[in-house]
């Protein structure tokens, strides 16, 4: 496919780039910045362009792959009109492009993407959404190109999706940065519990959460949960964390013995 | 070494393994239950006992492997004085068995084990803690014959050691379980999301956790947050744990930005 690609941050670099080598061909790399859009043309062997009225009509898909809130006004400012245009974004609803355009879609790789950090595209989850059954086929077709797990996910289960990943994902990195305080404040390092958090994220791959839960709060251990609680006394915050995860888990296994 | 087990749990099974694996030679296997006594000494090819009077003296180490709450009774059981023992256990102190030998000190492998989840041993942190300089040579000694980090770590430090533990591996899993709800609500298969779970993981074993943090929070994208959280409106719960931790990413967001 002729592919033109609007934004050239992390998704946008990663997604370009997997499109690359699938054989597609990426014939403009927009970006508001001309030298961002001229680092990520070069790497795909694109137009860099920085106008959206520079966009050729001779392209067979036109992907928004910009910031969540800038995702309407790059719409807006696009006036081809007889070309399939999604975005990537897990919180835009697909109503957000059927404003400005005919035939339109979602193509939501849902995987937290750095620049710096290589990804392997297959193992990346595709969601794809569209207006209608021809386009929804082209994209599933694009899509299998690039990855191993195409599905069709709406607007609604979307909204849900990008909840659960903020779950899956936001979080439990915010939790592992306040265990490399608490091991910084005990001149601990950091790559102590790596292996840890590695394996904790292993096990959910072959089994669910819930199954293997482990830790004071799973096993009723008061005399534990209050030892660390006390070890937090000087850090009201953490001790809220602590005692509200704790006490939902301690509901959970309630619940599921129940 | 002649090594005696005291215990047949997940992490007595997997260090047995170990240590049998690494040429060491397990003597005994003990448990409440001669059945799982038998089991786990089928395996490393040891003895199977269920009374601790029965430990035979000619060893040269006793680990005390059994739930951290049994440690103090187990030791006070075990009438053999002139034979270094330890436990393996994140929360109990060394003290608790000083009060029983001369010998004494702390084995513990900071990971998370369950009895189907095969692991190898060598990436598995081992922290070390001992009443005397010979001791802490033998069980480093030891030590690295199964595993390529071993780390001296004194009893307040693995207090903390442990309570991070909770932040790194127990909360996260339970994170990872309130997704698989989410999802499971909305008809999508938790499978969705293991790769992100995945790559959250192993991000973080090459980056700081709050160098890589993404999400609505550290954007600061308030109305991301607002809907995610009118998403949850039927379960205060979660919007509760949401609310604080969002509120907590944004505070270190501005924090390391002033």
Redesign the interface.
């Given at each position: 496919m002729r592919i033109t690609l609007i934004g050239s941050g992390n998704v946008a670099t990663h997604l370009g780039a997997a499109l690359k080598n699938a054989g597609h061909q990426i014939v403009q790399v927009w970006s508001r910045n001309l030298q961002n859009a001229a680092l990520l043309a070069y790497h795909v062997k694109a137009e860099p362009i920085d106008r959206l009225d520079a966009i050729h009509a001779d392209t067979d898909l036109i992907i928004i792959s910009v910031k969540?809130?800038a995702v309407e006004d790059v719409a807006s400012f696009i006036n081809i009109k007889n070309v399939l245009v999604v975005h990537t974004s897990g919180?835009v609803s697909m109503q957000t492009l059927e404003k400005h355009f005919i035939d339109c879609g979602v193509f939501y790789p849902?995987?937290?993407f750095?620049k710096s950090?290589e990804?392997d595209f297959r193992?990346?989850?595709l969601?794809i959404e569209s207006t209608d059954k021809n386009s929804t086929e082209i994209l599933f077709e694009l899509g299998r190109t690039i990855s191993n797990?195409v599905?069709y996910?709406d607007s609604?289960?979307r909204?849900?999706?990008?909840?659960?990943?903020?779950?899956?994902?936001?979080?439990?990195?915010?939790?592992?940065?306040?265990?490399?305080k608490?091991?910084q404040?005990?001149?601990?390092d950091?790559?102590?519990?790596?292996?840890?958090?590695?394996?904790?994220?292993?096990?959910?791959?072959?089994?669910?959460?819930?199954e293997?839960?482990?830790?004071?709060?799973?096993r009723g251990?008061e005399?534990?949960m209050a030892?660390?609680l006390s070890?937090?006394e000087q850090n009201p915050?953490l001790q809220?964390?602590?005692r509200?995860?704790s006490q939902?888990?301690i509901k959970?296994a309630k619940s599921r013995s129940a």
């Open positions: 969540d809130d919180a849902l995987q937290t750095s950090q990804i193992s990346v989850p969601c797990q599905t996910i609604a289960q909204k849900t999706l990008h909840l659960a990943a903020v779950f899956a994902c936001n979080f439990p990195n915010y939790l592992y940065s306040i265990a490399t608490l091991l404040e005990q001149q601990m950091f790559s102590l519990i790596k292996p840890l958090i590695l394996e904790t994220a292993l096990k959910v791959q072959e089994f669910l959460p819930e293997v839960q482990t830790g004071p709060a799973i251990d005399q534990t030892a660390h070890l937090l915050e809220e964390i602590y509200m995860l939902d888990i959970m």
